[in-house]
Structures are given as C-alpha cells and as structure tokens.
C-alpha cells in the first residue's frame, strides 16, 4: 500500500497498530478509537506524532476534544459504497478547524479520490502501481464544480456571478 500525501508519494511515517496490538514506546503512531479511548493519557505526554483511525461508525465528534493531540485522523472505507467518511472529513475540517492528515484508508476506487479531495482528505492509502497517477487524475477530471466546499475553489455559480 502507498501512501500519497499533498499529491506526493511519501513513506508513511507511522506505525499502524492493529486493533489490540502493542503500542511502540516511541513511534509515531496511529491507533484505533478504542486503544486511544484506553491508553489517552499515556498516548497524549507523548513526544512523537499520534493518529486516530475511526471506523465508519465511529464519528470524529468522537475525538473532538483530543484533535490538539492529534496529527492524523484515518478515517475508514470498509467499502467502497460505505460514504460516512466523507461526511466525516468535512465535518473535521470545517466545523472543527482540523489541520492535521485527514488519511483515507480501506477500500478506495480511483473514481472517489477527486471527492475525497473536496471534502477534506490530503493523505490517501492507495493501492496499485501508479498512486500518483491516479491521484493526478482524479484532481484533473473536473474543473468546475457545483457543491461549496473548504477548498477554496470558486462554484459554478460563484464563477458565473464573478463574469457578471
């Protein structure tokens, strides 16, 4: 799995801790809801990064008060069908002020990057030979767009006002 972040290839500088498994005593890490819930106040007087991976019922008003603890926030696709997270991105990102990785982990299709993209995501687990490639091609297949986002992109209907 590859890990693309702010369109580039990056080695992932995290350690993914499964579910019950052991928490390495000094890298940076990304843990389930449940070992954060368990192991907060251990894991917040940490001197490395630490991510939180929720699954898709598991919203981020969940960890709305921990986020200065956190530099990722991984937000799960069980399936590619499942779109929770996406509505999970824009939350953390408009009603929370997040600044962090929101990190888009499961089962991701080449067709969903350009909207994860605009709700929020900036990290992606991507499978296959060319992650760039799919990410350059998600962010060039639209160029205009009718849904306001965080982004910063102008609507169609702002575009058209401003030609008036």
């Known amino acids: 799995m590859s890990l693309v972040k702010d369109n580039a290839l990056i080695e992932d500088p995290f350690t ?9 005593a000094d890298d940076p890490v990304i843990v389930h809801l449940d070992q954060w819930r368990a192991h907060r106040d251990k894991l917040s007087q940490r001197d490395s990064a630490l991510g ?49 990785e929101v990190r888009a982990v499961g089962d991701i299709l080449r067709e969903q990057l350009h909207f994860m993209l605009r709700t929020g995501f900036n990290a992606f687990e991507i499978a296959g030979d060319d992650p760039l490639g799919q ?21 169609a209907l702002q575009r058209r006002h401003q030609a008036d």
């Open 16 to 24: 993914y801790v499964p579910e019950g498994g052991e928490i390495p």
């Open 52 to 100: 939180v991976r929720l699954k898709s019922d598991e919203s981020p008003e969940l960890i709305a008060d921990d986020l200065n603890w956190l530099a990722v926030v991984a937000l799960e696709f069980p399936a590619f069908r499942d779109g929770r997270a996406y509505s999970y991105a824009r939350i953390l990102r408009e009603r929370y002020g997040f600044t962090g």
């Open 135 to 155: 990410i350059r091609a998600a962010t060039e297949d639209f160029t205009i767009w009718y849904q306001p986002t965080d982004d910063g992109r102008a609507t």
